[in-house]
DNA sequence: CAGCAGGGGGCGT
DNA sequence: CGCCCCCTGCTGT
């Protein structure tokens, strides 16, 4: 304990520190983890990323994995090199005209400094408000709006569980095969059973691997890297990794799909639904309006196969405004999963739909104590009958099983009335 | 528009 | 269960 402590100072030190940074990020040296966005892939440190970005150190965190690579989604590519830079460089140089639009990165990205105050108030804030005005009221008073962002990554709740797994068609694409034999037959089974393909926007991750999405994504996203418009709905980052979704840009992913499931339920009747060709034309078994809504507007495709099944639809749509449509949904993927065991499950709005009178026993009888009569209901679709025959026959067409041959030709029907109708066709044509 | 086929309601046996 | 009828959608003329 000699005579007092010297205080050794690099003097350059800060500059130095940065330079070598810089310089080991361009020659891409102790790089352990890669950006992609749009197409690009950037070469970083973990180490930069998690000190100037709470939104990368918890990736980090939950990533288990040595280099992962993080697919940046609606974050345009210039601005994702601007916000390197400022995050290794301490500053950086940007146009005023894209400037909204780099905030808003930073904030999808929750890069300290430009979208979340940075942590102690620090004098050399300076450097970067020297740049601009903006930027330090940002810093140190977030507009609500970027307060709110950070409400919902409190109260963000796991979006990847809920996410409508394709409410997997219970019906095992049935086969109407009977081979080659009918055009009409074709193309009508072929509307019946679209495939609902998954839907796209689940966070599903795979450890390193980030390619695929990242192209379509940026094609339907965002336009070319050009145009400087602020008219960047950014939103959302998609983030492939283990277990993603744990930051904002996850929620606001939600909401923002939700919003637009919401506003499209709104607008269109609900009932609309089966104008797409689903199995809810069926719904009300005896003497629905044949055309009720002949001009049946688009959900979109998207919605619709996000939400897949006719329950799903009704329930979704149902839900009205986007909070509890949201909630809807989740109660949708619930019922879904905890009737597992029966392939065929049906959402009570559905049956409430199918029920006749509307306000009968929720299934099995309908009608009063002397006119009771059962119903039979359809395991595979939403479809009731009064008819035993009736659901037999109905399940036919699911089955695909087409018992019937005609001995003329190929063609196979469901029922002995449909062949021998068909062989009329023949004889007619024989006699005639 | 006609012809054909799919799907469903309903009745008689 | 068998049969008939009806409605609807698709396709070709």
């Known amino acids: 304990m000699a005579d007092g402590m010297l205080s050794l100072s690099w003097n350059n030190h800060r500059a130095t520190f940065c330079h070598i940074l810089a310089t080991l990020r361009e020659k ?6 890669t950006v992609a966005c749009e197409g690009k892939f950037y070469p970083v440190h973990k180490l930069v990323l998690s000190t100037c970005s709470e939104y990368f150190e918890k990736i980090f965190e939950n990533t288990p994995c040595k280099h992962p690579v993080i697919v940046l989604k609606d974050v345009n590519r210039c601005d994702l090199e601007a916000l390197f830079c400022y995050m290794y460089e301490g500053a950086v140089s940007v146009a ?54 950070e409400e919902n990554s409190h109260s963000h709740q796991g ?52 390619d695929d999405r990242l192209g379509d994504h940026s094609t339907t996203s965002h336009s070319a890297p050009t145009p400087p418009q602020v008219e960047v709905m950014v939103d959302e980052t998609l983030v492939k990794e283990e277990m993603i979704d744990q930051g904002d840009t996850g929620q606001e992913d939600m909401m923002d799909s939700g919003m637009d499931y919401g506003s499209v339920g709104s607008d269109s009747r609900l009932e609309g639904s089966a104008g797409g060709g689903g199995e809810e034309d069926h719904m009300l078994p005896g003497k629905y309006e044949p055309k009720a809504n002949p001009s049946q507007q688009a959900i979109p495709e998207a919605v619709v196969e996000a939400l897949a ?70 395991s595979y679709c939403s479809y009731t009958t009064m008819y035993t025959t009736g659901l037999k026959r ?19 029907t469901v029922t002995q009335y449909h062949l021998k109708r068909h062989i009329r066709v023949h004889e007619g044509k024989f006699q005639g």
């Open 28 to 33: 891409e040296r102790y790089t352990d983890v």
């Open 159 to 210: 979006r990847s569980q809920s996410s409508p797994s394709p409410p997997s068609s219970p019906r095992p694409s049935p086969l109407h095969d009977g081979g080659d034999s009918h055009p009409a037959q074709r193309s009508r089974s072929d509307s019946q059973w679209g495939d609902h393909g998954a839907t796209d926007r689940e966070d599903g991750g795979m450890d390193g691997v980030a």
């Open 394 to 412: 109905h399940l036919l067409t699911h089955t695909g099983e087409r018992p019937f041959m005609c001995p003329y030709c190929q063609y196979c």
């Open 96 to 149: 005023q005209s894209n400037l909204g639009r780099l905030i808003k990165a930073a904030e999808v990205l929750r890069i300290k400094g430009l979208a979340v105050p940075d942590e102690p108030p620090i004098s050399d804030r300076r450097t970067a408000s020297s740049h601009h005005h903006h930027s330090s009221d940002d810093r140190s008073s977030p507009h609500p709006k970027r307060r709110r962002r």
């Open 309 to 378: 099944g006719p329950s799903g639809m009704q329930t979704w749509l149902g839900g009205g405004e986007m909070p509890s449509g949201f909630s809807g949904l989740e109660g949708y993927t619930g019922s879904e999963g905890g009737q597992d065991l029966h392939p065929p499950s049906q959402a009570p709005a559905a049956h409430q739909l199918v029920e006749p009178g509307g306000g009968g026993p929720p299934l099995g009888w309908v009608g009063g104590a002397t006119t009771r009569r059962k119903v039979h209901r359809c």
